[in-house]
């Protein structure tokens, strides 16, 4: 049982036994030094607090120091005359002098890591007070990030400044929020205004950042060029990479005035004497260590410089292998003819020695794994992945080391090229080809998760501990599948996966599926998991595999898509409300029925799955507008509580927030997905969706009112609405290029067709007119007897939707005739893109879809707990997205028919009632059926430990679910006050001691709906 908040005892330092004892305290100059040998006086040490130190160490995700001493340390230590040629190069005085971006470019093995190493080194004592620095490296996770860059930064930066920290420090606790702060989706913005705030400090000065390996950022390279950009109006920036072309494109966008180049391959005649210099050295090393006499020395140096091509790599891996004790001295000269010039012709020659050793079939199997796998992997891993026992792994590791190599029971490459290597020569180590290879790893890791996943992996005393509370045991029963947990459907994708593969994985899911949705949780990759059954199932559906199979994949993936946020609060929620809330014809309900708790009275449910896929909740306040990418792959959301959110459809996963600077009202997406326009009383901001940076702000006309927004098909022009008239935008320059006239009030709504010929607008004057685009001419006017509240276009501007307060109309062009759906207090409507579908929204809580070629209702979906604000389809009519006042967000599958009133799986709750992920006391979640309870009902009002967590004017049962998960509720009576047993939102709130559940509250009428007896804890 492990959980956080058990008390533990604080480690303390104290000074014992004989001899002068010196106390330090306190930040500032400390001059204590006794005994024998050179005393140093140390300036400005910081001692940190223990809330400094939760910063720190929430921030860390490495310590470059120690990686730069590491590098130096696996690459032979560094030698000042191998980089000191750049101090005196041209570029670089330059850069001192007058430029703030230096960037260093060169191929593979040239030695640009080591450069750097040096040139921090050299920095240091030319009088720049702060330097903070970062390597990259493609193969290791935790440093082949954009976030990770800048978490190392501000981790140097606040390690070595007092002030900042303390600045750093302020910003952090503001949050409340703590290590998820710098891992959540919002994650790279906080860090940006972090590592801002920090330069811009009057405490820093001569400011310089050194970033390694540009091109070993694998996620949010461009976005990690752009902020460097950003960053030279305030600091001096040092980087190096390959000479790709994604990167000088980046870079291309920085004034000339402000940067300059080096290029390695130009300065050949400066890094051949370098090489020179690092071969002098490295023989001098061998000749001492083996014994070489001074003919053998001139033969090997002279060996090395006529084929080291300027690749100080490859001198380094030669002279590894030269070091071999099994290597005589007097058989040197012969060896070396065996290393031809060329990083990968010398790889060939490592290689084939490696597949000579006893352990060669090993050594292939792993350099095979390594080649192919997503990341580099833990030896318990290494061992999962290879089907093997574990024993001598690392030795066997080892033995590879030219190519491989064991840091922190971690397995790495060597160097970037030598997976590029292996990669280019799949079939030495592969003969039966990379799908093969895919498909043997599958089957390893299938194999290790069966035998090692099992129900309650954690042994967890109680249900309902949050996933925050949970510490990892020791030793860690997941430590071996952590890698085939999240990326055992990869491979399958990438096997060409044929009917054994398809077997394994249909076994493996209807024996450990809720198992293996466990240990996502615990491993906070639910969304990934999500992922992956949703291309499994997209592989299934066009497969041959019996109708069996492929039920239970779709039912898989609705499962798991349906239930992902109480399994990510809880996981063992998976056991529990996951189960009994699916509908009685569930797949993945009756493999696993055994698994469900045994209440005494469950949920009545639906016979099948709903329309409703998931529930997107994070806004923290009622969200104002959605609309889909072209592809659907992408939702965004606007909401008054000043964000914009853009969300995976796939996994439910928010991937970006941008805050805004106030509410949003509207937001929409251009054509390509790429610009997204968020729109307030105050203005119009314009987003790169890539990479979340705002492009500009568009000062508007209009005040006052909400402003609409609409882009043209081509993606050229924005169209706002406000006011009395509509403004055209010129995206390249945010100029606006027209204003539209014609309404006398407000405009409530704009949109174009999507052909981009019509535009149309609606108005609180109760019109709602339709032009041309090209003239901008008037072509039709439809009227309300209401105000116009929203409009929507088809693709080819056929059919013409509006909805006022009270009707809603849908013009079609081609007959020039209106249809009338009325409904009460209608406001919100969207037309498919193929004009067949139409959805509305009313004062209510459901959404009504309508076919507009017959005039008819053809369902109605349920489920919100408030009024709808926003509708959206996406580009095939197959999904539609509805937001709502109660801040939450659902997306439905149009494809699936709802059968009229169906309120969702749980017929006799409201769509929250399945969430039960808040859990206190000393007993888990129950659920009671209030149809089944006995007694009297009794008015009293709502018990005073819940009223002050209720939100004011709003029963939103999303925001109280979070924060009841977090307090300790109490029960209360005339003579005791005891732990809650249970906790259940259906709305209903029930509580009770330890004995049952005593009371069932209406937690939005704030009243008592029944007394519940007969329950007891046995029962629990």
């Avoid at 050229?716 to 014609?742: M, Y």
Wanted: charged fraction near 20%; include cysteine; aromatic fraction near 8%.
């Amino acid at each position: 049982m492990q959980h956080k908040g058990a008390e533990q005892t604080q480690g303390r330092i104290g000074n014992s036994g004989s001899g002068a004892q010196h106390n330090n305290l306190g930040s500032g100059n400390q001059y204590n030094n006794s005994g024998y040998g050179t005393q140093y006086n140390a300036n400005k040490i910081n001692f940190f607090n223990a809330e400094k130190r939760n910063f720190l160490a929430d921030i860390r995700v490495t310590d470059p120091r120690d990686d730069k001493k590491r590098i130096e340390r696996t690459k032979g230590n560094l030698l000042k005359e191998s980089y000191s040629w750049i101090l005196e190069h041209d570029d670089f005085s330059k850069w001192r002098q007058d430029k703030s971006l230096l960037w260093i470019k060169g191929g593979p093995g040239k030695g640009k890591t080591m450069l750097l190493c040096g040139v921090i080194d050299e920095l240091r004592g030319m009088g720049y007070e702060s330097i903070s620095f970062f390597f990259c490296q493609a193969t290791d996770a935790r440093l082949n990030n954009a976030t990770s860059v800048l978490r190392g930064l501000l981790y140097l930066i606040a390690s070595q400044n007092s002030t900042l920290l303390e600045l750093l420090q302020g910003q952090y606790d503001a949050t409340q929020a703590g290590k998820q702060l710098f891992e959540d989706a919002n994650s790279w913005d906080v860090l940006c205004e972090m590592l801002l705030s920090a330069v811009r400090h009057e405490s820093m000065h001569d400011i310089v950042l050194i970033i390694d390996a540009l091109d070993e950022c694998i996620s949010g390279l461009d976005q990690l060029v752009r902020f460097i950009i950003s960053l030279t109006a305030h600091v001096k920036v040092i980087a190096s990479s390959r000479p790709e072309l994604r990167i000088n494109r980046g870079l291309a966008v920085a004034f000339e005035d402000i940067k300059v180049y080096l290029s390695l391959e130009l300065n050949e005649k400066v890094i051949s004497t370098a090489v020179k210099r690092y071969i002098h050295h490295k023989v001098s090393l061998l000749a001492n260590s083996k014994g070489y006499d001074d003919e053998t020395k001139i033969i090997v140096e002279t060996y090395l410089v006529d084929n080291a091509n300027d690749t100080f790599l490859w001198v380094a891996l030669v002279c590894e292998q030269l070091a071999d004790t099994l290597i005589a001295e007097r058989h040197t000269q012969q060896t070396l003819q065996q290393f031809p010039p060329g990083l990968d012709t010398l790889y060939e020659r490592i290689l084939g020695r490696i597949l000579t050793l006893p352990d060669a079939e090993t050594c292939g199997q792993i350099l095979a794994v390594m080649s192919i796998v997503y990341r580099p992997l833990s030896l318990p891993e290494l061992a999962s992945v290879l089907g093997y026992n574990g024993i001598h792994l690392r030795d066997i590791v080892e033995e590879c080391g030219s190519l491989m190599t064991v840091r922190e029971d971690t397995v790495y490459f060597i160097h970037q090229s030598a997976k590029d290597f292996l990669v280019r020569q799949a079939s030495s180590i592969m003969p039966s080809g990379t799908s093969a290879q895919h498909n043997l790893v599958l089957s390893n890791l299938l194999h290790a998760m069966s035998y090692t996943l099992q129900r309650n992996i954690y042994n967890l005393d109680k249900h309902g501990i949050p996933l925050e509370d949970i510490c990892v045991p020791n030793p860690d029963p997941l430590a071996s599948v952590r890698y085939a947990c999240v990326f055992w459907a990869d491979h399958f994708m990438e096997g060409n996966a044929g009917q054994r593969q398809f077997e394994q994985v249909y076994a493996f899911i209807t024996r450990h599926y809720l198992h293996w949705l466990e240990a996502l949780g615990l491993l906070r990759a639910i969304s990934e998991g999500i992922a992956s059954m949703s291309r499994m199932q997209q592989i299934m559906e066009t497969s041959t595999e019996p109708l069996e199979s492929k039920r239970l994949v779709r039912d898989a993936v609705r499962f798991v898509r349906y239930y992902r946020i109480p399994i990510e609060i809880d996981p063992m929620q998976v056991y529990l409300s996951a189960l009994v809330f699916s509908p009685k014809n569930s797949v993945i309900r009756g493999l696993f029925r055994t698994q469900e708790p045994t209440w005494p009275v469950k949920p009545v449910v639906d016979e099948d799955w709903s329309s409703c896929l998931q529930t997107l909740e994070e806004h923290q306040s009622r969200v104002t507008s959605v609309a889909f990418s072209a592809h659907h792959s992408i939702l965004a959301s606007a909401s008054e509580d000043g964000t914009v959110k853009l969300w995976n459809t796939t996994t439910g996963h928010c991937v970006v927030t941008l805050d805004t600077d106030g509410p949003m009202f509207s937001v929409a997406l251009s054509t390509d997905g790429i610009t997204l326009a968020a729109a307030s009383c105050s203005g119009v901001e314009l987003w790169n969706t890539t990479n979340g940076c705002r492009l500009r702000k568009l000062v508007t006309e209009h005040t006052y009112e909400p402003i609409s927004v609409a882009f043209s098909s081509d993606g050229v022009t924005l169209a706002t609405g406000a006011d009395k008239n509509v403004q055209l935008w010129n995206l390249d320059n945010g100029e606006c290029t027209r204003t539209v006239t014609g309404h006398f009030r407000t405009v409530s709504s704009v949109a174009f067709s999507g052909d981009g010929s019509l535009f149309a607008s609606g108005s609180h004057d109760k019109a709602v007119i339709l032009r041309r685009t090209g003239t901008w001419t008037t072509i039709k006017k439809i009227w309300h007897d209401s105000e116009v509240r929203s409009v929507a276009l088809s693709q080819d501007g056929n059919h013409v939707a509006s909805a006022s307060l009270l009707e809603v109309q849908v013009y079609n062009r081609a007959k020039d005739q209106i249809f009338y759906a009325w409904i009460e207090k209608m406001s919100i409507v969207a037309i498919s893109r193929d004009g067949t579908q139409l959805a509305m929204c009313s004062g209510h809580s459901g959404v009504q879809i309508w076919d507009t070629a017959s005039n008819r209702s053809k369902r109605i979906l349920p489920g919100h707990n408030e009024p709808v604000t926003s509708v959206s389809f996406s580009e095939d009519g197959s999904l539609l997205a509805s937001a709502s006042i109660d801040g939450s967000i659902k997306l439905w599958d149009l494809t699936i028919d709802q059968p009229r009133g169906s309120a969702g799986h749980a017929a006799s709750q409201q769509t929250h009632s399945r969430f039960l992920s808040a859990i206190m006391g000393a007993l888990s979640v129950k659920m009671a059926n209030p149809q089944e309870s006995r007694g009297r009902t009794r008015q009293r009002p709502p018990p005073s430990y819940l009223q002050q967590y209720l939100p004011r004017n709003s029963q939103n049962p999303s925001w109280l679910r979070h924060q009841i998960s977090s307090i300790n509720i109490e029960c209360q009576s005339n003579s005791s006050t005891s732990p809650a047993a249970a906790v259940v939102f259906c709305p209903f709130h029930a509580t009770g001691y330890a004995s049952g559940i005593r009371r069932l509250d209406d937690v939005y009428k704030s009243s008592t709906t029944r007394n519940i007896s007969g329950i007891n804890r046995q029962q629990f």
